[in-house]
Each structure stands twice: as structure tokens, then as C-alpha cells.
């Protein structure tokens, strides 16, 4: 009996690697089937080359998720962060959480963009979420892995407010 459960252990335990994801529990090349039983639910969006998802999540974010497909085979991901907060400053702290994030488990990013279209704000930090809802700052950082790349943005407008989303890419094979 010790000897079956013993085994039954490590079957189950595997050689004691994590599966090598692309992101979420996925892989590059998945069928739009697999990904559907990958996330164990109806997508609220489905067409030929995407699928949708609402509430999911990015560690403790709220986010939407759309999956494309080329010929049914995973080749991209968006997650839409879908938090709104009251004030902006909120979601440049957000957007702070999320590099840590991402830097936490690819490394340091390849970039880390500011692109400043007003210095109303530049150098104030506390006021950064306002330049970003006002149009006046938007920021980028991007990661790459031997298979994916990956880009985090930040961009906004006084009208419609702030949005972040990160993009998963599979490298294209050359």
C-alpha cells in the first residue's frame, strides 16, 4: 500500500517543474476549444479569430481578456485592466503594481517608455495619474521571452479616462 501511494505521489507531483505557460494556464498554438476548457467557462464574445472574456483576473486586478487566433491556433492576448477608481493617481498606482508584476516573473523590461505630450506635471509624481487622464502622458514597458512578447500601457483622455492594458504576442518563428 505505502509503495502505490508513493507512486500515486509522484505521478501526481510530476519531476517538480511548473508547466512552461505562454500566459494564464495556456500555451502558444491552443485551439480556441482548449482555451475555452482552459478557462472553464463561456466566453461573452466569440468569432472566428477571438475570444472574449469578463471578469477575470491579473493577480489582484479586475480584467476583461480577449484571446486571438490565427487559423484556431493561439497567437495573442489582451487583458483590459477594468477597475475604475476616483481618482487617477489610483491608476498609475495600479499601473506601478503591475510592472512590478511583470518584472517579477520576466525580468527587467527591454523598455520603459514615457512619452510626455504636455511637462504640466513632468517631475511630479503625485500628479502623474492626472497627466495620464488628461492626455498629457501615456507610458509603455515591454518584456520579451523565448516565445512571447509582452507590453504593458498606460493611456487616457479627460472624456473617457484611463485605460491599461497588457498584450501578450508569440514571437513569430524566423
Known amino acids: 500500500m505505502f509503495f ?8 501526481l507531483a510530476g519531476n517538480g517543474q511548473q ?14 476549444k482548449e482555451v475555452q476548457a482552459a478557462e472553464r467557462s463561456t466566453p461573452f464574445v466569440k468569432t472566428d ?14 480584467i476583461s481578456i480577449k484571446f486571438a487566433f490565427v487559423k484556431d491556433q493561439l497567437v495573442g492576448a489582451q487583458y483590459f485592466f477594468t477597475e475604475r477608481h476616483v481618482r487617477a493617481q489610483q491608476h498609475f498606482n495600479d499601473y506601478e503594481a503591475a510592472v512590478k508584476i511583470l518584472t517579477d ?6 523598455g520603459d517608455y514615457w512619452n510626455w505630450n504636455s511637462p504640466l506635471y513632468k517631475g511630479r509624481r503625485e500628479r502623474y495619474g492626472d497627466a495620464v487622464l488628461l492626455g498629457h502622458l501615456t507610458r509603455s514597458n515591454v518584456w520579451e521571452t523565448a516565445r512571447s512578447i509582452i507590453t504593458l500601457e498606460m493611456s487616457g483622455k479627460p472624456t473617457e479616462g484611463i485605460f491599461t492594458v497588457i498584450s501578450y504576442a508569440k514571437k513569430i518563428d524566423s
Open 4 to 11: 502505490v501511494l508513493l507512486s500515486l505521489f509522484f505521478q
Open 19 to 32: 508547466p512552461d505557460y505562454d500566459l494564464r494556464s495556456l500555451r502558444w498554438d491552443m485551439t480556441s
Open 49 to 62: 479569430t477571438t475570444l472574449q472574456y469578463r471578469r477575470r483576473w491579473f493577480q489582484t486586478f479586475p
Open 105 to 110: 516573473r520576466y525580468g527587467n523590461p527591454l
